[in-house]
């Protein structure tokens, strides 16, 4: 009998998915034992703050996804996991529980930022999550790990959603409408450039989103 597979579990809000997501991605998949990575955009968020509509954000993961290779794929799972009966709330662990029955021969493993481990109080009972899903830690700039914590060696950049969000709504739609018509890099585009992944910064000017 073969070995199962093991996948590294991505999940995010993705809005938008950044390059950093990107580096993140392509660390895990080069450096620990997984077959997969899967990108999980969340469908709703569990404070229920605003979030783009899922379809873009997971849209936008694909585009992302095309430069990390066939082993990274985008995943609905948390769209699934909500249209479910007796559905409450999207929490982590109500994930893991969900892919363990649709995908039995799988192991996952949760992949997550140093950032995160500060915060594991308000997650969901995290001890049954870390028992289901080991996470894969990944140190973080700004985010000094807690004591007795161990990440992967690198520290990604903390490229932060909401900045780029910020910098997108101050682009004037002429500069937005140029750049998606297949022109170049405004200098008004360039700092938000240097942070998205180029198909990613062309879809959102093509649709005009975060304005």
């Known amino acids: 009998m073969s070995p199962p597979r093991t996948v590294g579990l991505l999940g995010g809000s993705f809005n938008p998915p950044h390059v950093a997501h990107q580096l993140l991605a392509l660390y895990v998949l080069e450096t620990q034992q997984i077959d997969e990575l899967w990108l999980a955009p969340t469908f709703q968020h569990a404070l229920g703050k605003p979030l783009l509509a899922y379809d873009h954000r997971v849209a936008m993961c694909e585009l992302a996804c095309t430069a990390l290779g066939p082993r990274a794929r985008v995943s609905r799972c948390e769209h699934e996991l909500a249209h479910q009966?007796?559905?409450?709330?999207?929490?982590?662990?109500?994930?893991?529980?969900?892919?363990?029955?649709?995908?039995?021969?799988?192991?996952?493993?949760?992949?997550?930022?140093?950032?995160?481990?500060?915060?594991?109080?308000?997650?969901?009972?995290?001890?049954?999550?870390?028992?289901?899903?080991?996470?894969i830690v990944v140190g973080r700039a700004g985010y000094p790990l807690p004591a007795g914590a161990t990440a992967a060696g690198l520290a990604l950049p903390a490229v932060s959603s909401t900045e780029i969000r910020t910098l997108l709504g101050q682009l004037a739609a002429n500069e937005r409408a140029q750049f998606a018509a297949g022109g170049t890099l405004d200098p008004a585009l360039e700092a938000v450039g240097a942070l998205l992944p180029a198909q990613v910064l062309r879809y959102i000017a093509t649709h005009g989103l975060y304005r």
């Open 85 to 135: 009966p007796g559905f409450v709330a999207s929490r982590t662990l109500d994930l893991i529980e969900y892919l363990a029955q649709t995908h039995p021969g799988v192991r996952f493993r949760l992949v997550i930022g140093a950032d995160i481990l500060g915060e594991t109080a308000k997650w969901h009972r995290w001890d049954d999550v870390v028992a289901k899903a080991p996470p």
